[in-house]
């Protein structure tokens, strides 16, 4: 794709709140706008100095206050920057714990932030907290939530550059979409979406997009496409996911494995699910929402929050 142009935004599905609404990027950057408002000032001051308007000296005065102003600036920003950052890491650290209150607790952090940096000049920072936010909508089973602030991101333009420090985020932001029109079954915005997320993707790292792959592939009936995908992939899904989404992809290889041979023995369907022993109850539900078939399929086998015996078992 060529990244001049912006990514496919449905603004028919921007949320109504603002604080989720990420300002978009301008030309100039706001960094270099209170330099320029700076260098204005001492300069007018030094005009007014050389017409004996001003004291001599004054320009000097001037020059010095405008440098601590600076510094104050920078140290004001950096300070409440540190401390959203280490907020942002303690509520991804909840999220992707498994357990059903952090990840809410999670949900309320994000919150905070993206009304607390919501028109700051931290505009890419907010940004991301809105993507996060996103993110957690969408393991909360709410797809459609999480699709609206993905297309207010997206509409921010913050990601499609390098030169913001956002740009390596963009393949991450793409799956996360493309997984919510898959989980709904709008496979041909999926893999709209899909397709755009392989091409910003390095090569090294097309296997953290194995999951989304397999719920399209599935849902498509490609079950031994899935399956070999997943089969192919297996170490290098391992060392690129998080645990969770690596149990999800094994989860779903052996629906594509069940779907491919319903006669599966219960011998081969316990190998199938290897791996997965380990699980929080309801941590598959959320790719199950509009898909029936897959919902039975968890329950058959207790993964469910509602079939689930224990959390651990």
Known sequence: ??????????????????????????????????????ALSWAFVSFLE???????GASNWCLGGLVGALIL???????????WTNRAREAIVKLHSGDFEDAQAAGK?????????????????????VY??????????????????????????????????MFHYLPEI???????????????????????AHDVTEPEREARLVLLDLVIAIRRGRYDVAIKDADARREEIEKLMSPADVKSVRVLRAFALKLQKPDLSEAEMTEALEGTKFFTEGQFDYLAVSWPEFREFLAAHRFTATTAALPNA
């Not at 905070?112 to 907290?129: D, I, Q």
Request: glycine letters at 4%; aromatic letters at 12%.
């Open 174 to 196: 793409l799956e996360n979409t493309a997984r919510c029109y898959a989980i709904k079954g709008a496979l041909e915005k999926a893999e709209e979406y899909q397709l755009i």
């Open 73 to 83: 600036l920078l140290i004001s920003r950096t300070r409440r920057t540190r401390t």
């Open 109 to 129: 952090i994000f919150d905070e932030l993206c009304r607390e940096s919501y028109g700051t000049p931290m505009r890419h920072m907010h940004a991301g907290f």
């Open 1 to 38: 794709m060529n990244m001049n142009e912006p990514i496919p935004v449905d603004e028919r599905l921007l949320p109504p709140e603002g604080i989720f609404q990420p300002a978009p990027r301008r030309l100039l950057n706001l960094n270099y706008a209170w330099l320029v408002i700076f």
């Open 132 to 165: 996060n936010r996103a993110v957690i909508y969408l393991y909360a089973g709410n797809p459609d939530r999480a699709l609206a602030l993905n297309m207010a991101v997206f509409k921010s333009r913050w990601f499609e550059e390098q030169r913001y420090g």
């Open 50 to 56: 050389n017409r004996w308007l001003m004291p001599a």
